[in-house]
């Protein structure tokens, strides 16, 4: 009975140190969305919405609230800086709910699995990982050029900031296309390229993180028994 209620004890002491880890990795991954948005546009200036890549990471992780409360802070902080910023916090929303419902599961390899169904199994994660991409890109594509274009039809603003799609819309513009198609398809291009880089590079973050996680985990069992 004493022994029972002894590992009843570890095990709920295991719990909360699990909880207390993926609450410091949604913290760390809000920090490091900032910092990686800011590296990315201010010293590589490079062309790219590089500030989601942790929301993919700790969704592929730890699920979807976990991604939600990252994606919304991780826009809110920095929303002092930025004109109706916040407003693409529905971007970051949606993607973590798409990678949430797409998400591949880890393949589960038996010991002394065939070469052959070793790679069938990553290569089914793969495919499915680059569907999700394609999706994602195209949903972020459509969603942001209308929270984009819906400021501007309605309060007649502009914006406060640099934003990356602006090089490719003179082209469209002067194609005399709608200002609402402008502000999509000139997303597009440069959505391609980033979601590759915050579905493929957040699933294999996630991958070390629980894998960190999974050896801890096991120590911290043989520790308790």
Known sequence: MEQNQHRKTNKFAVLNLKVLKIAVFCIS????????????????????????????????????????????????????????????ILCSIAEVLLIYALKPRAPVIPDFASRERIIASYTLVAAKLILLYIICAVSISILGGIIDFLPQFLIDTHSHYFSVE????????????????????????ILLVDRFIVIFGGYFISRLILLGMKSEHFNQQKKYL
């Open 29 to 88: 991954a809000v920090f490091m969305n900032i910092l990686l948005n800011i590296f990315v546009m201010n010293f590589l200036r490079f062309p790219l919405f590089l500030d989601t890549v942790f929301n993919a990471a700790i969704t592929f992780a730890f699920g979807l609230i976990p991604g939600i409360i990252v994606a919304v802070l991780s826009l809110l902080l920095p929303f002092i800086y930025f004109e109706y910023f916040h407003f693409f």
């Open 166 to 189: 602006y090089t490719f819309k003179l082209g469209l513009i002067m194609n005399n296309l709608p200002t609402l198609a402008v502000n999509i398809l000139s997303r597009i291009p």
